[in-house]
């Protein structure tokens, strides 16, 4: 198979499951997925790698789907990255105009200067995501080039990760004959592939549940404000349920993704599901108001500890928009109610849009990631508009990707 020029690949390396976009770049500069790849995912913990052997064998059976699909070798990716490590913190960097006049090296350096800031030797800046720019007092400047003054003052969001996560990404990938062109963060990634642009002017917050994680990225003003990682996700859910329902965990998972529903008043008392037992019971026949009354407590419960991170962080009153689910857990019926009970703001789940080609396949919320890693990457290639903020921005930050290509 040969390698095709314009292809962007994402590979979003999940707790439950491991998936990979292939996206072609079109001379218009649309993007068509053509190839895509899925695998239980064996060998992390709420979002961490922790077997190797394990992880890697989940990425070469979704590389080889992939490449199947798309008829073209896989070689590059854009990796995401999640878990409890991932912080997030508001930084701000003052620099004097040289020249009267904002240049490149200006918006280079007042970017470094809000990078300067003091972290363990144990984590890594993934991202700099500047919010605004201020000269001279003059504040909500997206693009400072070019304008006239004397002082330059940055305002950024800065997300940092554990240093032995992201090798450990890039590790297994490696291990696949794969080069990670870049790490971005799971829920940034999904922001670009669901959200409008209004939302994120208006005040939005991005919530993509995994099976280990909950992904929290609210955004404001068109640049994001507030980042975090809570370690539950739909495998709590699982798990309540094979306690619950007395079945195994692979029979819980497929019950939950069958017949789940996260609002027991959207099911009827006659409605019945099939349970198989532990061991070598007969499986038994239940009410499916006996799963849903499992699963709504529960999904409660998650979304009650992110109203909590939301207050905690000061953001609760910036989402005019509301929320936004994506991710596996997203596809449970009836959740944007439970969600808009707990926040009491308009909920609806997210889906990829803004490409062609498979989009039959590619189209639920659990894509998000992938398809946003295409996009991210797309961008990256082409010199666009960033994810991470305007063009002459994107140009002044390092990605952390060529660190790990040079030492790994």
Not at 204 to 210: N, P
Not at 385 to 390: K, L
Not at 392 to 400: E, F, H, M, T
């Amino acid at each position: 198979m040969v390698a095709k020029v314009n292809t962007v690949v994402g590979l979003n390396i999940g707790t439950t499951s491991v998936s990979i976009a292939v996206g072609e770049v079109l001379p218009d500069g649309r993007i068509n997925i053509v190839g895509v790849g899925t695998s239980p995912s064996r060998g992390l913990r709420k979002g961490v790698v922790i077997n190797i052997e394990a992880t890697v064998e989940s990425i070469s059976q979704a590389v080889s789907q992939a490449e199947t699909m798309a008829g073209s070798e896989i070689s590059a990716v854009f990796a995401s990255i999640s878990g409890s490590h991932i912080k997030g913190f508001n930084s701000h960097g003052i620099v004097g105009i040289k020249h009267k006049e904002v240049s490149h090296q200006d918006i280079e350096r007042v970017i470094e200067a809000a990078k300067a800031v003091a972290i363990p030797m144990d984590r890594e800046i993934l991202h700099v995501l500047p919010q605004e720019f201020i000269i001279d007092e003059q504040d909500g400047i997206k693009e400072p080039l070019g304008i006239s003054g004397v002082r330059l003052e940055a305002r950024a969001h800065i997300v940092t990760g554990a240093v032995a996560s992201a090798q450990n990404i890039v590790k297994c990938a490696n291990r696949c004959g794969l080069t990670v062109r870049d790490i971005v963060l799971a829920s940034l990634a999904s922001g670009r592939a669901v959200l409008s642009p209004e939302e994120q002017e208006l005040g939005v917050c991005l919530i993509d549940i995994g099976g280990g994680t909950a992904d929290l990225t609210v955004f404001h003003g068109g640049a994001v404000k507030y980042t975090s990682v809570i370690s539950v996700g739909g495998n709590h859910i699982t798990n309540d349920i094979a306690a619950g329902l007395r079945t195994p965990i692979s029979a819980a998972e497929e019950i939950k993704c069958k017949y789940g529903t996260a609002l027991a008043s959207l099911v009827s008392k006659d409605e019945t599901i099939e349970v198989p037992s532990t061991g070598e019971r007969a499986s038994r026949v239940l009410s499916k108001l006996v799963l849903a009354e499992i699963i709504e407590p529960r999904v409660n419960e998650v979304f009650t500890l992110i109203h909590r991170e939301l207050v905690r962080g000061g953001c609760d009153e910036l989402l005019t928009s509301g929320i936004v689910l994506t991710g596996g857990t997203a596809n449970l019926a009836g959740i944007c109610q439970v969600a808009e009970q707990v926040f009491n703001l308009p909920v609806r789940v997210g889906r990829p849009k803004g490409i062609g080609g498979l989009t039959d396949i590619v189209g639920g919320p659990e894509y998000a990631a992938a398809v946003g890693l295409v996009l991210y990457g797309a961008s990256n290639r082409t010199q666009a508009r960033s994810f991470a903020g305007s063009s002459s921005v994107g140009r002044a930050l390092k990605r952390v990707g060529g660190w790990f290509r040079e030492h790994f």
